[in-house]
């Protein structure tokens, strides 16, 4: 088999790459360890910036997001019971997020690649990448019980950050960034509307927690927790009690209940490799770099670094030009880092640290009141929390 970009990985990163590429002519195979309907259904993120929704629906896949999408204009910091609202478009000239499910902007892009004819090949794992300092790399991947070979003139890893493209770049070449945090966050699924119009991101001594939502039908909700914790240690009960305490509002505002339809416990770290390419192998998206889910970059990172790749790539095709596919990385790293730094301090300010002492929790209560307080601290929210646009 062979194709011009071998893409592994079927996440927003891998599917909006291929889609790109198929814009301008360049044709790619996409291989991806899961089912289509694991792919489909797997409840992730669901707030997108204003650039990814502006490139999703100038490339022709926003068309559903925008009918069931729900923009929101801003978002409520709360502390010491009571609330405070950034507004979004007042601090940032007028952007604004769109709270729309990851798997629904999947199943959106594998229906526009299907409906072209693209090849996404579902329950095919690749194995390992051999030949990427060459002009010919080839992906091994397992269709059944057979080890095949797809050659290609570049690899684009968009495995995720337990996929196999980073660890097939030779020891040495790599150098790991990490960090680890000392909880995690527990989600569930609610069934039953929105207690809230907007999503509320909550301090409180008990420890964070965070009100979102998936549909008028269907509440994400968060509660910080151990990060050896396990869903079995939650009953429904114990999850209402965290939420009403760290959620409580001194006017009487409540938070409506519902049936939970999941549970699960998802770590916190920080994470980037540098370099994000090797040879002929470009990485993008979480297998290059994860944030904690408190800023909501993940995804959006995962878009901006294929919107890059896809550039270069084109050029490469195009004209032969490798000065784009170069500067991938130096290029993609710039904002890679402001959006660690952003997630991490959201983080810092946010959670409660258990091995924080008297004056750090007293810092962390004095920048709670700055962001809501002053209008440039909550500007560099905001317009971090939209994204900043692309340079
Ligand atoms: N072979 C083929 N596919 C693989 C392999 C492999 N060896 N290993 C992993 N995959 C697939 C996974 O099954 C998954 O579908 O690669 C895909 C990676 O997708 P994501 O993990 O979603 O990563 P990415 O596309 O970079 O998107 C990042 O997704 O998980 C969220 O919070 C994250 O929002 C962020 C975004
Ligand atoms: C979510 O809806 O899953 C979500 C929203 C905002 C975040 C993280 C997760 O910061």
């Known amino acids: 088999m062979r194709t011009q970009v071998g893409i592994i990985g079927a996440g927003p990163a891998g599917l909006l790459l291929s889609h790109l590429l198929h814009r301008a002519g360049i044709e790619s195979v996409i291989l991806e360890a899961r089912s289509r309907t694991d792919v489909e ?7 997108l910036e204003q650039g990814t929704v502006d490139l999703l629906t100038s490339t022709g896949v926003g068309e559903r997001m925008r009918r069931d999408g729900a923009v929101h204009h801003g978002i409520e910091l709360r502390f010491d019971g009571r609330g405070h609202r950034i507004d979004f478009p007042t601090l940032t000239g007028g952007r604004a997020i769109t709270l729309y499910a ?11 690649r299907l409906d072209a004819g693209g090849q996404i090949l579902f329950d095919t794992p690749a194995v390992d990448v051999d030949d990427l300092d060459g002009h010919c790399p080839a992906i091994r991947f397992r269709s059944g019980s057979r080890i095949e070979t797809l050659t290609c003139d570049v690899v684009a890893g968009c495995d995720g950050f337990r996929g196999v493209s980073r660890t097939a770049i030779p020891d040495g070449v790599l150098t790991e960034h990490v960090r680890a945090y000392p909880f995690g966050w527990l989600g569930v699924l609610v069934e039953g509307p929105p207690s809230a119009p907007e999503l509320i991101y909550a301090s409180h001594p008990r420890g964070f927690a965070l009100a979102s939502t998936r549909s008028p039908t269907l509440q994400r909700l968060y509660v910080q927790c151990d990060p050896a914790d396990e869903v079995e240690n939650w009953p429904d009960a114990r999850i209402w009690s965290e939420l009403h305490a760290r959620l409580q509002r001194d006017d009487g ?23 994000m390419q090797h040879g002929r192998l470009f990485l993008a998206g979480d297998a290059a770099h994860i944030v904690p889910p408190t800023g909501a970059k993940g ?3 995962a878009v901006a670094d294929v919107r890059v790749l896809s550039g270069a790539l084109i050029e490469f095709f195009t004209s032969g030009e490798r000065g784009g596919l170069d500067a991938y990385s130096a290029t993609c790293l710039r904002r890679v880092w402001r959006a660690e730094h952003f997630s991490w301090w959201m983080t810092a300010m946010l959670h409660h640290f258990p091995e924080d002492d008297r004056f750090l929790q007293k810092l962390q209560q004095a920048q709670l009141h700055y962001v809501v307080s002053s209008r440039a601290a909550a500007a560099t929210l905001a317009e971090n929390y939209v994204g900043l646009p692309f340079q």
């Open 41 to 47: 259904s797997t409840i992730r993120a669901g707030v």
């Open 102 to 112: 990851q798997h629904e902007v999947l199943r959106d892009l594998v229906k526009v």
């Open 253 to 275: 505002w409540r938070l409506a209940e519902g049936p939970i339809v999941q549970k699960d416990i998802v770590p916190m770290r920080s994470f980037v490799v540098e370099p």
């Open 299 to 301: 995804l959006n990172l």
